[in-house]
């Protein structure tokens, strides 16, 4: 359980592992790290809608540098995740109130993923793009319970970083 929210991580991260592709995670957690995002890439082609594979993924290559893959995994779960929360598939037109982001599941997974993007962004060097997303999730969130905070002031510090 999460300390500060009292909500469940499996909640925060997508929720349960579909059981067709746990085994494939049980894999990735064996092997190298290194190893492991081909074994989680096979996870999200053969069940693309299960949140926490694409959250697996996005982490993985972030951690280890690999910010293009980890775009990429972000990206796709930022599109499954609109899909099962019934928001637009364009982060742009998420409205207030499009859904109950506070609340555990698709949607407070998408927002989470959108915060995960512009620190992707951000570490790629792209301030305009990682500002838009933090915009985004500042009218989405005001009260910051996803913690894009973080992010902002990750922005602030580079602001004078080539």
Do not use: C
């Not at 053969?46 to 910010?67: D, F, M, N, T, V």
């Not at 570490?123 to 009218?139: T, Y």
């Amino acid at each position: 359980m999460n300390i500060l929210t009292g909500v469940e991580s499996t909640e925060l991260f997508g929720g349960a592992v579909a059981p067709a592709v746990a085994h494939w995670v049980e894999q990735a957690r064996k092997v190298p790290r290194e190893h492991a995002a081909a074994m989680l890439w096979a996870a999200s082609l053969s069940s693309p809608q299960s949140l926490p594979i694409h959250y697996l993924l996005y982490k993985l290559h972030a951690g280890l540098g690999e910010l293009d893959q980890a775009q990429q995994a972000a990206r796709r779960g930022l599109e499954a995740a609109a899909q099962a929360a019934g928001l637009p598939a364009d982060w742009r037109s998420v409205t207030p109130g499009a859904a109950d982001f506070a609340a555990p599941g698709a949607a407070r997974f998408w927002l989470f993923t959108l915060k995960a993007l512009a620190f992707i962004h951000l570490r790629r060097g792209e301030r305009e793009m990682a500002q838009a997303l933090v915009a985004q999730l500042d009218r989405l969130d005001p009260a910051d319970q996803i913690g894009a905070g973080v992010v902002r002031a990750l922005l602030r510090q580079s602001e004078g970083a080539p």
